[in-house]
């Protein structure tokens, strides 16, 4: 065994069906007494439930997140937790509505309990991300990581099954890019494989059946696996490509992900062979870069960067972007690579690996 040094972020986690009926025991674990609600404009309803459960101590609901934090956002919600003087916030969403949850708690500290409803896996780490001027600066800090998530898979039944896929593929790549992140160590090793294993298994079945509740389960399971690994270690590639073209062209984050993820890892397969080995077998497939693009066709997703709304004329600067500011890499990034890498994805070709 080589030398390593892992960092667990401590959270606790409830997971199963019903789960969210649990939400005002850990509330009282946490000694919180005035709870204020997050979620989106859309999904109040789930906001609604929450404070029902809690009863008299769910002091308000704010259900104004929206996707990638704007700092308007951010500091109109910090100032309703103020008015009404919250001791603890809950977060019952996807990415958005934990980001949220993330930027009051950057400058308050207030405890986060985190309800994810996709499984972009969010809550599971001391990532916060802040839009200010069209910019998003994304940061970490210990302050923003949920003290207690509850994953109910039942809230998951109703997410459409093409973005659950989306969704499912941003997983896999948290796990993906873990297996030859720099700091990447056994622990998190275990946890990718484990968490790319169970979400491969459900995809195609939430794709026939997106009722189908063991698949439900498995798959946000496998979020929290993935999550996790985000949390742990340090991303490449993949994740500051999405991260550079999603921000600057508005692209949506999963389908960004999903599209992306096949030509990402087939760029640094020939530099990652004992990752790419690794994905493979936890998807049950001879090779990872086209085993995942068929996956993810199988499961119906959209496969061209183009078909989610990018312009060919945009892939020059989508390529400048990429190369802005250096990071750590399988493969040394060069610019003939990631245009080639770019074209791809955006033609929605097969990548060969
Ligand atoms: P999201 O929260 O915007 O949700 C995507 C869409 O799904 C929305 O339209 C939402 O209304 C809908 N939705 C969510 N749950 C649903 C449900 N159960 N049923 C039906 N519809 C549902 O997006 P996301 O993909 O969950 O998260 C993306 C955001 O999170 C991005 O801003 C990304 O940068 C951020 N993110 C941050 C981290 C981190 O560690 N900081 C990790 C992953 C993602």
């Known amino acids: 065994m080589h030398s ?10 409830i997971f199963g069906y019903d789960s969210l009926s649990r939400i005002g025991e850990e509330i009282e674990r946490l000694g919180c007494t005035r709870v204020m609600v997050l979620s989106t404009s859309g999904h109040r309803p789930h906001a609604e439930r929450v404070a029902g459960v809690l009863g008299s101590i769910a002091k308000g609901i704010f259900d104004r997140a929206v996707m990638h934090v704007p700092i308007e956002t951010a500091l109109a919600a ?3 937790a103020r008015r009404i003087e919250a001791d603890g916030i809950v977060a019952i969403g996807g990415g958005s509505t934990v980001g949220l949850a993330k930027a009051i708690a950057l400058e308050t500290a207030l405890p986060i309990v985190a309800i994810p ?7 599971a780490t001391p990532i916060y991300g802040l839009t200010e001027g069209g ?4 940061g970490r800090d210990a302050k923003v990581l949920p003290k207690t998530i509850i994953y109910d898979p039942s809230l998951t039944l109703e997410l459409p099954p093409l973005l659950s896929i989306a969704s499912a593929m941003n997983a896999i790549a948290h796990a993906a890019e873990g ?3 720099a700091d990447r160590n056994p622990v998190t090793d275990l946890m990718a494989v484990e968490g790319i ?10 794709a026939v059946h997106s009722q189908d509740r063991d698949a439900r389960s498995d798959c946000l399971y496998g979020a929290w696996l993935c999550g996790t690994v985000l949390g742990s270690v340090a991303m490449a590639l993949h994740h500051k490509l999405c991260h550079a073209i999603g921000g600057a062209f508005g692209l949506p984050h999963a389908e960004t992900h999903s599209c992306l993820l096949p030509h990402t890892l087939a760029c640094n397969a020939s530099c990652a062979t004992e990752a790419m080995r690794a994905i493979a077998r936890a998807i049950g497939r001879p090779s990872a870069a086209s085993g995942l693009y068929d996956l993810a066709s199988e499961s119906g997703a959209a496969l061209s960067l183009r078909e989610i709304g990018l312009r060919e004329d ?5 390529v400048d972007l990429a190369l802005a500011s250096p990071y750590p890499n399988p493969r040394p990034l060069e610019r003939e690579a990631l245009r080639s890498l770019l074209v791809s994805a955006w033609t929605g070709e097969r990548p060969s690996d």
């Open 135 to 138: 910019i998003k600066r994304t």
């Open 197 to 206: 294993r169970a979400i491969a298994a459900a995809m195609p079945k939430i």
């Open 314 to 318: 945009q892939i020059d600067r989508a």
């Open 78 to 80: 910090r100032a309703e």
């Open 4 to 13: 390593f040094t892992y960092s667990a972020n401590a959270a606790r986690v």
């Open 117 to 123: 409803t996709t499984y972009a896996g969010s809550e």
């Open 179 to 181: 297996l030859y992140a």
